[in-house]
């Protein structure tokens, strides 16, 4: 099923069932993927919509990260349930063993020899593992994956 039909079906059943977390953490992702159509004034492919999923998760963990060190349990719930509930409309995240066979495949297909072709292995890598690893983990693996001997 179409991602956007999916939140929005989603949505009008989070209405229906008076889930009201759910239905606000709805209501914000499809604000923000209609505000990204209206600024591309087109709409979304799956991948854009994805990538407006994954920034409304990194938007929550660096909260979280902040209401932590705060020291607020509630809003710490709460936003762990928002995680829960983004998390859901995502693919699953690769495992480091699939990551670290993905960038390999990445290496292998650059050709690279030393840390020099970090950016050209990254693109590929990122390719690859669209919506299923973030940014830093995958650059993670391909420093480590680049450094060995």
């Keep these: 099923m179409e991602l956007s039909l999916r939140l929005t079906e989603d949505m009008v059943q989070a209405m229906r069932d008076q889930e009201k977390l759910r239905l606000s953490v709805l209501r914000m992702v499809r604000s923000a993927v209609r505000n990204a159509e209206i600024d591309l004034r087109r709409s979304l492919t799956e991948d854009e919509i994805l990538a407006v999923l994954h920034k409304e998760v990194k ?47 990445a290496v292998a297909q650059v050709g690279a020899t030393s840390r020099k072709d970090m950016g050209k292995v990254m693109q590929a890598a990122m390719e690859k593992a669209r919506g299923r690893a973030d940014g830093k983990t995958v650059s993670r693996v391909v420093q480590e994956l680049l450094s060995a001997p």
């Excluded at 809003?75 to 995502?90: M, N």
């Design 59 to 105: 938007q929550r963990k660096d909260t979280l990260q902040t209401i932590e060190n705060v020291g607020r349990p509630e809003a710490v719930s709460e936003l762990l349930a928002e995680l829960a509930i983004l998390y859901s409309y995502l693919p699953e995240e690769l495992s480091d063993e699939a990551l670290r066979v993905l960038v390999a495949e």
